[in-house]
């Protein structure tokens, strides 16, 4: 059964890598009426008018990219489902444009459509990850960081080449860790796990601790630093809990569980203003009294808190 959390990275798609250069491949496919395309301004997508994100076919799309005259850049995502994806990057929307919505504004329709996966108009999940993140590296990657001259995409849109000097440049993620830290006998009615409350949420929003990777660090050691340095706790095992692509903007969520070995909590830094020890009984009881509300379903936080609890928990944010 497929986690709540792995409905954006499951099933996988045939990104087609070995089409990228075909030019002749890439226009026959562009010219299937069966062919769907995502249009973003920026990174942002618009709304179906009943919900979710809206896909096109290409036709409605008129002209693509410079070389035939017309707006945008287009990006092969693969093939699924008997359909070829695409995605066409414009530009980011001027402030007063009307239509256009982050893909977090849409996201718990996204959820709603992905428990839907038989639909005609069914987008998986992962098409719609890939072309978030396609387009959020084409939006923060617009010049060449070796010579500062302008990037063109090739190869399908999965590389940058300068004008200058040729310089290629890959698409970016940013590993990060994400962890729920637990103390106890596993599975007692002792055992507690660490959540925090950063200081941009809303009063009440609690989730599992995370952080970014640094340069010669392993992913068991980012764990244990992160912890450490915002809630002032010592971890010593950690294991691997299972990973989800988050490209918003360009992450890859990593998550790992970890057993404590000190419980005194002192914030460190300042991205934590809270970090509180739940058992389960606690947990159970703040969230039916929407005293503490978790992150939603389709995050990997709350799979990370629902498999230590043992069962589904009531509310989300």
Request: net charge negative.
């Amino acid at each position: 059964m497929t986690a709540p959390h792995e409905r954006l990275a499951t099933p996988a798609h045939a990104r087609l890598a070995e089409h990228r250069r075909d030019q002749s491949w890439l226009d026959a496919r562009w010219s299937d009426p069966t062919t769907r395309v995502l249009v973003l301004a920026g990174a942002q997508v618009q709304r179906r008018p009943e919900g979710g994100v809206a896909w096109s076919r290409p036709d409605e799309q008129g002209q693509v990219g410079p070389a035939e005259g017309g707006q945008g850049e287009r990006v092969l995502l693969g093939e699924t489902g008997g359909r070829t994806w695409f995605a066409v990057l414009l530009p980011d929307p001027a402030p007063e444009a009307e239509g256009w919505f982050s893909l977090r504004a849409l996201l718990m329709e996204v959820v709603d459509a992905l428990a839907a996966p038989d639909a005609d108009d069914a987008v998986p999940g992962p098409v719609l990850m890939h072309a978030i993140g396609m387009a959020e590296w084409r939006r923060a990657t617009r010049f060449c960081p070796r010579c500062s001259s302008p990037l063109r995409l090739v190869k399908g849109g999965h590389e940058m080449r300068c004008e200058a000097h040729d310089h290629p440049q890959f698409p970016r993620m940013d590993p990060a860790v994400i962890m729920l830290i637990s103390h106890g006998e596993p599975g007692s009615a002792e055992e507690t796990a660490l959540l925090g409350h950063q200081s941009v949420w809303p009063e009440g929003r609690y989730s599992t601790l995370a952080g970014f990777c640094e340069p010669g660090e392993t992913m068991e050691d980012a764990v244990r630093r992160e912890v450490h340095e915002e809630a002032g706790v010592h971890v010593g095992q950690v294991d691997y809990f299972g990973n989800q692509p988050w490209p918003l903007p360009q992450s890859l969520m990593l998550g790992f569980t970890g057993r404590a070995t000190t419980t005194e909590v002192a914030l460190l830094d300042e991205e934590l203003t809270d970090a509180r020890w739940f058992t389960r009984a606690e947990l159970l009881e703040h969230t039916q009294a929407g005293t503490v509300v978790l992150p939603q379903g389709l995050s990997i936080s709350r799979s990370l808190i629902e498999a230590w609890y043992g069962g589904e928990l009531p509310g989300s944010w």
